[in-house]
């Protein structure tokens, strides 16, 4: 297949991870390194076509998505993805991609958007066991965007305004809907919001924590997704656990990063493309 001259020969592989809220697709070249990659909304607010994320990471790879040798989908919406050679799912991408960049990950806490889970790996990196929350809100992004809102700070400031806290406010509640209820009960009663905020990190925290302590942590645990991105979360976790946590450079990315990877793998085991890709636009969510 050709390539362009800026890529040197190289063989370029895409995965495409399309989850429930944010879509993220990475290009990697055949050593596994990243040449693009990008991250889009994905949901009922933002109607996603999943083409135009691997147009876009291709073009900031500097070639045309015609080139890529091989794509992997993964996530919610990796069945209904019409121009994926195969479809894998999320907790091998996951481990994947994080086994590259943290060679001692022994435990990941992947908090997306509408789900948590824990991926338990052996010392070689193969999966041994994993758990999931995907029927309640709480331990999700979901959840920390609707307190977010109901204390009217930016979800992206929420991990280092709890920081700031002198103390911590109890929240019982981690049911979305009462926790909200909690939340302004506690403005009321003069709560400060880093408080609240620490308190909310605490319950949301302690959660997680006994959700993956049955896969009995040990060695480097590293957080993805977008709670990644909250210091405060990430604190809690690493106290509760009492372990090393780390965090990707980039913790959205690490499913499609994985998946790349593993379409890199299939193409060098002798698997191939389609010969005529479906590159016409498909609405994953209505």
């Known amino acids: ?40 909304p994905t949901g009922v607010e933002h109607r996603h076509l999943a083409y135009r994320v691997m147009e876009e990471a291709a073009r900031k790879a500097g070639i045309g998505r015609e080139e890529i040798s091989f794509i992997v989908a993964t996530g919610y919406g990796r069945l209904n993805c019409p ?3 195969r479809q894998v799912t999320e907790i091998t991408c996951h481990a ?9 990950v022994r435990l990941i806490i992947d908090i997306g958007g509408q789900d948590s889970k824990g991926i338990k790996l052996d010392e070689a990196g193969k999966i041994v066991d994993f758990v999931m929350n995907d029927k309640c809100a709480a331990g999700t992004g979901r959840f920390l965007e609707i307190i977010a809102d109901t204390l009217g700070i930016p979800l992206a400031k929420m991990g280092e305004i709890s920081l700031q806290a002198r103390e911590v406010v109890k929240i019982s509640n981690t049911c979305t809907v009462f926790a909200e209820h909690e939340v302004i009960s506690r403005l009321a ?38 709670g990644a991105k909250n210091i405060g979360l990430v604190n809690v976790l690493s106290r509760k656990l ?45």
């Open 1 to 40: 297949m050709p390539s362009r001259p800026g890529l040197r020969g190289s063989m370029p592989f895409g995965g495409i991870d399309i989850g429930s809220t944010m879509t993220k697709a990475v290009i990697i070249d055949d050593n596994g390194r990243p040449l693009g990659s990008l991250v889009g």
């Open 83 to 85: 121009f994926a050679d």
């Open 96 to 104: 994947r991609g994080v086994k590259e960049e943290f060679p001692d």
């Open 189 to 226: 009663e003069g709560a400060g919001v880093a408080e609240i905020c620490a308190g909310l990190h605490e319950a949301i925290g302690g959660r997680i924590a006994a959700m993956v302590r049955h896969l009995k942590v040990e060695g480097t645990a590293v957080v993805t997704g977008g």
């Open 242 to 286: 009492d372990c090393n946590v780390q965090v990707p450079k980039n913790p959205f990315l690490t499913g499609a990063y994985g998946a790349a990877l593993l379409a890199k793998a299939l193409y060098e085991r002798g698997e191939r493309g389609r010969v005529e890709r479906r590159w016409e636009e498909v609405t994953f969510f209505q």
